[in-house]
């Protein structure tokens, strides 16, 4: 099997994995905080991690770009928490959209980091993205859907997030299990003692979810990882949003959910505009 075909597999393994994460925090959420979600999501990837990190060789828990870290990992976990938030408010379809939009959101954090423009295409991909997300958001008389745009919010966190990723690694690519051991180490640290002040322990069918959210999480990560050392950015990127049919799809047969002709519009004229993005995408900071 070619390196191409590995990537694009690792792409829908990883789609797949995201998408599923998604369907085990909506079973759930409502019977455990956010901040319970966030620690098993964190702290089970932390200890798959964990081992990986003790035998590799050229692992170090020096940090060598502090600044870069902290933003990585503090919008990196809004963006995650944001994400877990809108799960349970809005369609699971809808959720796994808006947070997917974080390419159409990184040349304009690029922009505002670097100051580097970006080409033509782009703009106007990232335009049909902000109709199409309207669409989804749905503003009527000055009034938005607050749970869709906090569903944005984790996009564009999301983005701010990848950027500063970006940043770490275009100046040490060593820096990849480093930044994922400090990530998971922080959100860990930081959701433990909020879920503490909220716990009740679940029973064995709960338990086994809530392992899974963390599964799911950290596959997620390793899939599209994999992907992108094996096939271009331009072929897994858009494979990425196979997991908002699969969101649809489990919208529709577990909760009986079916989104309005409205969204589903707003929804294909999103990802257009996404992939237009991606497609056309400058290559500076985001080089492979």
């Given at each position: ?9 690792s ?30 999501r ?8 964990l ?23 503090l ?17 699971l ?6 947070e997917?939009?974080?390419p ?42 607050i749970?869709?745009?906090?569903g ?39 959701s ?6 909220d ?28 992907a ?12 990425i ?25 707003g ?22």
């Amino acid at each position: 099997m070619s390196d191409l075909s590995k990537g694009i597999i690792s792409a829908i393994l990883g789609s797949v994995s995201i998408a599923f994460m998604g369907v085990s925090v909506k079973l759930i959420g409502d019977n455990y905080s956010n901040f319970t979600l966030l620690f098993f999501r964190f702290f089970i990837s932390l200890l798959i991690l964990l081992p990986l990190i003790l035998r590799d060789r050229n692992f170090s828990f020096k940090i060598k770009f502090p600044v870069l870290y902290f933003f990585r990992i503090l919008f990196g976990f809004i963006a995650i928490a944001c994400y877990f938030f809108a799960i349970l408010k809005i369609p699971l379809t809808n959720a796994i959209l808006l947070e997917s939009t974080y390419p159409v959101f990184v040349p304009i954090v690029i922009f505002l980091i670097t100051k580097e423009k970006t080409n033509l295409k782009v703009i106007a991909g990232i335009i049909i993205s902000f109709i199409g997300i309207t669409l989804i958001i749905q503003p009527d008389k000055n009034i938005v859907d607050i749970d869709s745009l906090i569903g944005l919010s984790a996009g564009i966190c999301a983005a701010v997030s990848y950027v500063f990723l970006r940043l770490v690694l275009f100046n040490d690519k060593t820096q990849v299990n480093n930044i994922l051991f400090y990530f998971f180490l922080f959100c860990t640290l930081v959701s433990a003692p909020i879920m503490l002040a909220d716990w009740h322990t679940p029973d064995l069918t709960h338990l086994i979810i809530l392992i899974s959210v963390g599964l799911f999480g950290y596959g997620y990560q390793f899939f599209v990882t994999n992907a992108l050392k094996l096939a271009s950015v331009k072929i897994v990127s858009p494979l990425i949003y196979i997991s908002v049919i699969i969101g649809g799809f489990a919208d529709w047969l577990i909760w009986n959910d079916c989104l309005p002709m409205s969204m589903y519009f707003g929804s294909a004229i999103t990802i257009l505009g996404a992939v237009i993005t991606i497609l056309f995408r400058d290559k500076y900071i985001l080089k492979k």
